[in-house]
Protein backbone atom coordinates (compact mmCIF):
# COMPACT_ATOMS: atom_id res chain seq x y z
CA UNK A 1 0.00 0.00 0.00
CA UNK A 2 3.23 2.17 -1.14
CA UNK A 3 0.85 4.68 -3.16
CA UNK A 4 -1.58 5.50 -0.03
CA UNK A 5 0.24 8.10 2.45
CA UNK A 6 -0.08 8.37 6.05
CA UNK A 7 -2.51 5.96 6.80
CA UNK A 8 -0.64 4.18 9.30
CA UNK A 9 -3.68 2.72 11.17
CA UNK A 10 -5.55 1.63 8.65
CA UNK A 11 -2.55 0.10 6.87
CA UNK A 12 -1.83 -2.04 9.80
CA UNK A 13 -5.48 -3.40 10.32
CA UNK A 14 -5.74 -4.51 6.76
CA UNK A 15 -1.98 -5.94 6.75
CA UNK A 16 -3.06 -8.25 10.27
CA UNK A 17 -6.12 -9.47 8.47
CA UNK A 18 -4.18 -10.84 5.73
CA UNK A 19 -1.41 -12.43 7.74
CA UNK A 20 -4.09 -14.17 9.92
CA UNK A 21 -6.98 -14.38 6.82
CA UNK A 22 -9.24 -14.01 8.98
CA UNK A 23 -11.84 -11.99 7.73
CA UNK A 24 -14.73 -10.15 8.87
CA UNK A 25 -17.73 -10.45 6.31
CA UNK A 26 -17.89 -6.45 6.06
CA UNK A 27 -15.00 -3.92 6.06
CA UNK A 28 -16.06 -0.06 6.25
CA UNK A 29 -13.05 2.36 5.44
CA UNK A 30 -14.76 5.35 6.29
CA UNK A 31 -12.72 9.28 6.17
CA UNK A 32 -12.78 12.33 3.74
CA UNK A 33 -12.49 11.28 -0.26
CA UNK A 34 -9.32 11.33 -1.68
CA UNK A 35 -6.70 10.19 1.18
CA UNK A 36 -6.75 6.74 0.01
CA UNK A 37 -9.31 4.46 0.84
CA UNK A 38 -10.27 2.99 -2.56
CA UNK A 39 -6.66 2.12 -3.68
CA UNK A 40 -5.99 0.77 -0.15
CA UNK A 41 -9.40 -1.76 -0.86
CA UNK A 42 -7.80 -2.41 -4.23
CA UNK A 43 -4.79 -3.21 -2.86
CA UNK A 44 -6.07 -5.16 0.10
CA UNK A 45 -8.01 -7.36 -2.74
CA UNK A 46 -5.31 -7.78 -4.84
CA UNK A 47 -3.46 -9.45 -1.99
CA UNK A 48 -6.63 -11.74 -1.02
CA UNK A 49 -6.80 -12.67 -5.24
CA UNK A 50 -3.47 -12.92 -5.33
CA UNK A 51 -3.27 -11.33 -8.65
CA UNK A 52 -2.80 -6.99 -9.03
CA UNK A 53 -3.74 -6.26 -12.37
CA UNK A 54 -7.10 -7.31 -13.06
CA UNK A 55 -7.80 -6.50 -9.52
CA UNK A 56 -7.09 -2.42 -10.32
CA UNK A 57 -8.60 -3.04 -13.76
CA UNK A 58 -11.95 -4.05 -12.01
CA UNK A 59 -11.56 -7.18 -14.40
CA UNK A 60 -10.85 -10.05 -12.17
CA UNK A 61 -13.80 -12.66 -12.07
CA UNK A 62 -14.03 -13.02 -8.09
CA UNK A 63 -14.34 -8.96 -7.54
CA UNK A 64 -17.56 -6.64 -8.47
CA UNK A 65 -17.07 -3.04 -7.99
CA UNK A 66 -20.03 -0.91 -7.30
CA UNK A 67 -20.05 2.68 -8.13
CA UNK A 68 -23.21 4.85 -8.05
CA UNK A 69 -25.12 4.98 -10.96
CA UNK A 70 -24.22 8.28 -12.94
CA UNK A 71 -25.44 8.48 -16.02
CA UNK A 72 -23.47 8.68 -18.97
CA UNK A 73 -20.81 6.76 -17.46
CA UNK A 74 -19.98 3.26 -17.32
CA UNK A 75 -18.22 1.68 -14.74
CA UNK A 76 -14.79 0.68 -16.30
CA UNK A 77 -14.20 4.37 -17.54
CA UNK A 78 -14.81 5.52 -13.65
CA UNK A 79 -11.99 2.96 -13.13
CA UNK A 80 -9.98 4.51 -15.28
CA UNK A 81 -10.93 7.92 -14.10
CA UNK A 82 -10.24 6.85 -10.44
CA UNK A 83 -6.87 5.81 -12.04
CA UNK A 84 -6.33 9.23 -13.50
CA UNK A 85 -7.13 10.79 -9.79
CA UNK A 86 -10.14 13.13 -11.89
CA UNK A 87 -12.96 11.07 -9.33
CA UNK A 88 -13.42 14.27 -7.69
CA UNK A 89 -14.71 15.49 -11.50
CA UNK A 90 -17.65 12.88 -11.00
CA UNK A 91 -18.72 11.64 -7.49
CA UNK A 92 -20.47 15.07 -6.72
CA UNK A 93 -22.51 14.40 -9.88
CA UNK A 94 -26.90 12.68 -9.09
CA UNK A 95 -26.26 8.88 -8.37
CA UNK A 96 -27.21 6.41 -6.39
CA UNK A 97 -27.07 2.09 -5.72
CA UNK A 98 -30.72 1.00 -6.31
CA UNK A 99 -32.14 -1.83 -4.87
CA UNK A 100 -31.94 -3.71 -8.84
CA UNK A 101 -27.93 -3.24 -8.22
CA UNK A 102 -28.03 -4.39 -4.97
CA UNK A 103 -29.64 -7.59 -5.71
CA UNK A 104 -27.41 -8.15 -8.52
CA UNK A 105 -25.15 -7.84 -6.25
CA UNK A 106 -26.60 -10.49 -3.93
CA UNK A 107 -26.70 -12.71 -6.84
CA UNK A 108 -23.10 -12.62 -7.41
CA UNK A 109 -22.00 -12.90 -3.97
CA UNK A 110 -23.55 -16.41 -3.97
CA UNK A 111 -21.86 -17.97 -6.80
CA UNK A 112 -18.48 -20.25 -6.01
CA UNK A 113 -15.57 -18.73 -6.38
CA UNK A 114 -13.89 -18.60 -9.80
CA UNK A 115 -10.08 -18.77 -9.52
CA UNK A 116 -9.75 -18.02 -6.11
CA UNK A 117 -10.95 -19.06 -2.17
CA UNK A 118 -12.50 -15.92 -1.62
CA UNK A 119 -14.82 -13.68 -3.79
CA UNK A 120 -14.87 -9.62 -3.06
CA UNK A 121 -17.48 -6.74 -3.65
CA UNK A 122 -16.11 -3.20 -2.89
CA UNK A 123 -19.27 -0.69 -2.49
CA UNK A 124 -17.91 3.01 -3.35
CA UNK A 125 -20.00 5.82 -1.95
CA UNK A 126 -21.72 3.38 -0.26
CA UNK A 127 -24.10 6.02 1.77
CA UNK A 128 -25.84 6.84 -1.62
CA UNK A 129 -27.54 3.19 -1.20
CA UNK A 130 -30.83 3.71 -1.36
CA UNK A 131 -33.36 2.93 1.72
CA UNK A 132 -34.63 -0.31 0.04
CA UNK A 133 -31.15 -0.80 -1.05
CA UNK A 134 -29.93 -0.61 2.43
CA UNK A 135 -32.56 -3.45 3.89
CA UNK A 136 -31.88 -5.79 0.53
CA UNK A 137 -28.14 -5.83 1.85
CA UNK A 138 -28.68 -6.03 5.67
CA UNK A 139 -30.33 -9.13 4.47
CA UNK A 140 -26.75 -10.55 2.88
CA UNK A 141 -25.15 -9.05 5.71
CA UNK A 142 -27.27 -11.26 8.48
CA UNK A 143 -26.59 -14.48 6.69
CA UNK A 144 -23.37 -13.66 4.38
CA UNK A 145 -22.35 -16.53 2.39
CA UNK A 146 -19.15 -18.22 3.16
CA UNK A 147 -16.05 -16.84 1.06
CA UNK A 148 -17.11 -13.64 0.46
CA UNK A 149 -15.56 -10.31 1.43
CA UNK A 150 -17.62 -6.87 1.43
CA UNK A 151 -15.93 -3.65 1.41
CA UNK A 152 -18.13 -0.74 1.80
CA UNK A 153 -16.30 2.62 1.08
CA UNK A 154 -17.94 6.16 2.58
CA UNK A 155 -17.21 9.37 3.31
CA UNK A 156 -20.63 9.91 5.16
CA UNK A 157 -20.59 7.47 7.78
CA UNK A 158 -23.52 8.62 9.93
CA UNK A 159 -25.53 8.50 6.67
CA UNK A 160 -25.23 4.48 7.05
CA UNK A 161 -27.61 2.55 8.91
CA UNK A 162 -26.42 1.46 12.33
CA UNK A 163 -27.72 -1.74 11.24
CA UNK A 164 -25.35 -2.03 8.51
CA UNK A 165 -22.49 -0.12 11.06
CA UNK A 166 -22.53 -2.80 13.87
CA UNK A 167 -22.17 -5.79 11.38
CA UNK A 168 -19.02 -4.12 9.89
CA UNK A 169 -15.09 -3.82 10.81
CA UNK A 170 -14.81 -0.23 10.45
CA UNK A 171 -11.31 1.53 9.78
CA UNK A 172 -11.21 5.34 9.61
CA UNK A 173 -8.78 6.89 7.66
CA UNK A 174 -7.39 10.08 8.50
CA UNK A 175 -7.52 13.62 6.86
CA UNK A 176 -4.41 14.34 4.92
CA UNK A 177 -1.75 16.50 6.85
CA UNK A 178 -2.11 20.01 5.45
CA UNK A 179 1.75 19.52 4.58
CA UNK A 180 1.13 16.30 2.04
CA UNK A 181 -1.57 18.13 0.43
CA UNK A 182 0.28 21.51 0.04
CA UNK A 183 3.10 19.19 -1.51
CA UNK A 184 0.56 16.96 -3.78
CA UNK A 185 -1.59 20.25 -4.86
CA UNK A 186 1.84 22.79 -5.03
CA UNK A 187 -0.31 25.57 -3.50
CA UNK A 188 -1.92 27.60 -0.44
CA UNK A 189 -5.52 26.43 -1.64
CA UNK A 190 -6.00 24.00 1.23
CA UNK A 191 -6.33 26.08 3.75
CA UNK A 192 -10.35 26.29 4.00
CA UNK A 193 -10.91 22.60 2.65
CA UNK A 194 -8.01 20.72 3.94
CA UNK A 195 -10.27 17.20 4.49
CA UNK A 196 -9.27 15.28 1.35
CA UNK A 197 -7.64 15.87 -1.79
CA UNK A 198 -10.79 14.79 -3.74
CA UNK A 199 -12.80 17.09 -1.41
CA UNK A 200 -10.28 20.38 -1.88
CA UNK A 201 -10.29 20.07 -5.84
CA UNK A 202 -14.42 20.30 -5.86
CA UNK A 203 -14.73 23.05 -3.59
CA UNK A 204 -11.83 25.41 -5.19
CA UNK A 205 -13.56 24.56 -8.53
CA UNK A 206 -16.95 26.73 -6.77
CA UNK A 207 -15.22 29.00 -4.99
CA UNK A 208 -16.95 31.84 -6.71
CA UNK A 209 -20.67 30.89 -5.23
CA UNK A 210 -18.72 30.15 -1.50
CA UNK A 211 -19.63 34.06 -0.70
CA UNK A 212 -23.47 33.82 -1.20
CA UNK A 213 -24.21 30.95 -0.03
CA UNK A 214 -21.88 32.52 2.99
CA UNK A 215 -24.39 35.82 3.44
CA UNK A 216 -27.56 34.15 2.27
CA UNK A 217 -27.53 31.46 5.35
CA UNK A 218 -25.17 32.71 8.04
CA UNK A 219 -26.34 36.47 7.42
CA UNK A 220 -30.47 36.68 6.58
CA UNK A 221 -32.92 35.59 8.42
CA UNK A 222 -35.28 32.27 6.98
CA UNK A 223 -38.04 34.85 6.36
CA UNK A 224 -35.63 37.08 4.11
CA UNK A 225 -33.93 34.18 2.72
CA UNK A 226 -36.98 33.11 1.36
CA UNK A 227 -37.96 36.65 0.02
CA UNK A 228 -34.97 36.36 -1.75
CA UNK A 229 -36.29 32.89 -3.33
CA UNK A 230 -35.79 32.95 -7.29
CA UNK A 231 -35.43 30.40 -10.09
CA UNK A 232 -31.68 31.77 -10.49
CA UNK A 233 -30.84 30.63 -7.35
CA UNK A 234 -31.91 27.28 -7.95
CA UNK A 235 -30.40 27.09 -11.57
CA UNK A 236 -27.03 28.60 -10.04
CA UNK A 237 -26.50 26.87 -6.69
CA UNK A 238 -25.33 23.48 -7.16
CA UNK A 239 -26.79 21.33 -4.58
CA UNK A 240 -23.84 18.60 -3.85
CA UNK A 241 -21.43 22.19 -3.32
CA UNK A 242 -23.98 23.70 -0.93
CA UNK A 243 -24.12 20.57 1.13
CA UNK A 244 -20.82 20.32 1.70
CA UNK A 245 -20.06 24.14 2.09
CA UNK A 246 -22.72 24.13 4.82
CA UNK A 247 -21.31 21.11 6.71
CA UNK A 248 -17.89 22.65 6.44
CA UNK A 249 -18.87 26.50 7.72
CA UNK A 250 -20.51 25.17 10.68
CA UNK A 251 -18.44 23.16 11.80
CA UNK A 252 -15.83 26.01 11.45
CA UNK A 253 -18.43 28.67 12.88
CA UNK A 254 -18.80 26.26 15.77
CA UNK A 255 -14.98 25.70 16.68
CA UNK A 256 -14.64 29.21 16.67
CA UNK A 257 -17.38 30.16 19.09
CA UNK A 258 -19.44 32.43 16.69
CA UNK A 259 -22.20 29.94 16.88
CA UNK A 260 -23.95 28.34 20.05
CA UNK A 261 -23.76 24.46 19.91
CA UNK A 262 -27.60 24.18 19.86
CA UNK A 263 -27.70 25.87 16.51
CA UNK A 264 -24.74 23.43 15.22
CA UNK A 265 -26.20 20.42 16.41
CA UNK A 266 -29.85 21.51 15.11
CA UNK A 267 -28.28 22.72 11.94
CA UNK A 268 -25.98 19.81 11.23
CA UNK A 269 -29.08 17.43 12.07
CA UNK A 270 -30.86 19.32 9.28
CA UNK A 271 -28.00 19.04 7.15
CA UNK A 272 -27.94 14.87 7.60
CA UNK A 273 -31.75 14.96 6.81
CA UNK A 274 -30.72 17.09 3.73
CA UNK A 275 -28.02 14.62 2.85
CA UNK A 276 -30.93 11.62 2.91
CA UNK A 277 -33.36 13.33 0.51
CA UNK A 278 -30.16 14.09 -2.26
CA UNK A 279 -29.19 10.14 -2.13
CA UNK A 280 -32.79 9.43 -2.20
CA UNK A 281 -33.23 11.73 -5.25
CA UNK A 282 -35.15 14.44 -4.10
CA UNK A 283 -35.49 17.61 -6.55
CA UNK A 284 -32.63 19.70 -5.39
CA UNK A 285 -34.80 22.70 -5.63
CA UNK A 286 -36.57 21.13 -2.85
CA UNK A 287 -34.07 20.67 -0.94
CA UNK A 288 -32.57 23.84 -0.99
CA UNK A 289 -35.95 25.13 0.27
CA UNK A 290 -35.44 23.04 3.06
CA UNK A 291 -31.88 24.47 4.17
CA UNK A 292 -33.01 27.80 3.80
CA UNK A 293 -35.95 27.53 6.48
CA UNK A 294 -34.25 24.73 8.24
CA UNK A 295 -30.34 26.21 8.45
Not at 22 to 48: E, M, Q, R, W, Y
Not at 62 to 88: A, T
Not at 146 to 172: G, M, Q
Not at 241 to 263: A, D, H, M, P, T
Request: glycine share 4%; with cysteine; net charge positive.
Amino acid sequence: MEEVKEQEIPKKILSASLKTEKFPPCFLLNGPPGVGKFTSALDFSSKILKEQLRTFKGTHPDLEIVFPEFEGYEKSEIIKIRRNKGYFKIRQKKGSISIDTIRKLQDYVYITPMENKWRIAIIAQAERITKQGFNAFLKILEEPPENVIFILITTEKHILPDTIISRSRIINFNPLSAELQKAILQDDSIKRFGRGIEKTLFVNSKESLAEEIEDTFFKLSPKSRIRNWSEKIKKDWEIEFLLQYLQKRIESKYRKGEIKISRAWNSLNYLKQAYRYYYSNIGPEKIIFYLLLKI
